[in-house]
């Protein structure tokens, strides 16, 4: 008679290395389908190209997730050495298209949006700069990550993330005008629910 499985043994069906990841074109069309429906909640009726824009970028995100979880597994497991790059601002600009490359998934997502009767293009141009920087500053922590990652290091960017994303300015009839920025919150994770305390010192002289 075989051994009862413990509460922990039966866990460990809960693993992504059991998830089919998306790796052609007929994968990439479910999927495709499966956000647009499920995630979303639309469908071919009523959605716009930026809904499809979404359910594009969700396919894409969940094969670069899947990598992501096994990726952080590996180092909970070796636990090598880390680098944590600290910076106010991330300019990391548009990234689906670069995701797809990396993922050597932009051919696959090509086929399978002209075969769903859609234009990639059309829909990498709904994608907006994520709102997370604009300056030089951002642009180099950036690239310092896209370094890191090419080198295969452990490393962490960590910044601010802001509710409203940056503003983006116009001037209106001569006036300037600010514009929230809702990029921050697309395709987002909640990282590790730890709250560090912060010791804040502050005074305030008097003067007379």
């Known amino acids: 008679?075989?051994?009862?499985?413990?509460?922990?043994?039966?866990?460990?069906?809960?693993?992504?290395?059991?998830?089919?990841?998306?790796?052609?074109?007929?994968?990439?069309?479910?999927?495709?389908?499966?956000?647009?429906?499920?995630?979303?909640?639309?469908d071919r009726n009523v959605a716009t190209k930026r809904d499809y824009y979404?359910?594009?970028?969700?396919?894409v995100r969940?094969?670069?997730?899947?990598?992501?979880?096994?990726?952080?597994?590996?180092?909970?497991?070796?636990?090598?050495?880390?680098?944590?790059?600290?910076?106010?601002e991330f300019y990391m600009?548009?990234?689906?298209?670069?995701?797809?490359?990396?993922?050597?998934?932009?051919n696959a997502c090509d086929e399978?949006?002209?075969?769903?009767?859609?234009?990639?293009?059309?829909?990498?141009?709904i994608e907006e700069d994520a709102g997370l920087g604009n300056g030089g500053l951002g642009r180099l922590a950036a690239c310092f990550l896209d370094s890191m990652a090419t080198l295969g290091l452990a490393a962490y960017g960590y910044g601010i993330?802001?509710?409203?994303?940056?503003?983006?300015q116009k001037m209106v009839n001569g006036w300037q005008a600010s514009q929230w920025d809702q990029s921050p919150a697309r395709g987002s994770a909640i990282g590790p629910s730890t709250k560090p305390p912060l010791l804040l010192v502050?005074?305030?002289?008097?003067?007379?």
């Open 161 to 168: 993330r802001y509710e409203f994303g940056i503003f983006n």
């Open 54 to 59: 979404f359910a594009l970028a969700n396919t």
């Open 93 to 106: 600009g548009r990234t689906l298209q670069n995701t797809m490359v990396n993922l050597a998934l932009e």
């Open 202 to 208: 502050s005074s305030c002289p008097e003067y007379l």
């Open 112 to 125: 399978a949006t002209y075969q769903l009767g859609l234009d990639m293009e059309e829909l990498q141009d």
């Open 62 to 88: 969940d094969h670069l997730v899947g990598r992501w979880i096994r990726t952080q597994q590996h180092y909970y497991e070796k636990d090598p050495k880390r680098v944590y790059y600290i910076s106010l």
């Open 1 to 42: 008679m075989a051994k009862p499985l413990s509460d922990h043994d039966r866990r460990k069906q809960i693993s992504v290395r059991g998830l089919a990841g998306v790796e052609n074109v007929a994968d990439l069309k479910t999927n495709f389908n499966r956000h647009l429906h499920f995630t979303l909640v639309k």
